[in-house]
């Protein structure tokens, strides 16, 4: 597996951004125009991804995960992130959920959220810089995703899940 500052590193050039991505059709326009948010964000980082709550439902596989811009979250914070999150209801998450594989746009400077009828997001907003998200996958080895790709480009933080399976 690489490490962060490995990664960083490849991230600077499309290449690199080309090895974190499963290859079709949709992602040869997507890895470019997300190599270029990410190389000319504001900031940017590789956070560690933590896993809130897993949930399965039919055929699909929905994780729960926080992370943090401002290094790593405390024990406490955690433990109160995942009681509030074990109180949404299954289908919460199901709407709430994206692909395990895009740069998502999260959150605003002005604090606007992407999707602003998404509760999910919210139960974070009392701690600077820490944020959480949710994805779904059909297959349930792609729920590891170790870190978080984040950058700010455009006042806005963008977001991308990481799979294990791509380091």
Known sequence: MKTK???AGELETLQGW?????FNLLTIFFTKKNW????????????????LRIEEHENFHYAVIVFSTKGSIPKDTFDTLKERVNEFPLNSIR??????CGFYPMVSDEGEY??????????AEDYEGV????????????????????????????IYHVGARFL
């Not at 080309?18 to 499963?22: A, G």
């Not at 709407?95 to 395990?100: A, L, R």
């Not at 944020?131 to 933080?157: G, Q």
Request: charged share 30%.
């Open 5 to 7: 500052a490995q990664l």
């Open 18 to 22: 080309k090895s974190i991505r499963p």
């Open 36 to 51: 270029k948010r990410y190389v000319n964000g504001d900031w940017k980082g590789i956070a560690d991804s933590l896993v």
């Open 95 to 100: 709407y709430e959920s994206h692909g395990d």
């Open 114 to 123: 992407y999707m602003d009828d998404y509760e999910l997001h919210r139960v």
């Open 131 to 158: 944020y959480v998200t949710a994805f779904a996958v059909a297959d349930k080895s792609k729920l590891d995703c170790p870190w978080i790709i984040y950058t700010h480009f455009e006042k806005m933080l963008y």
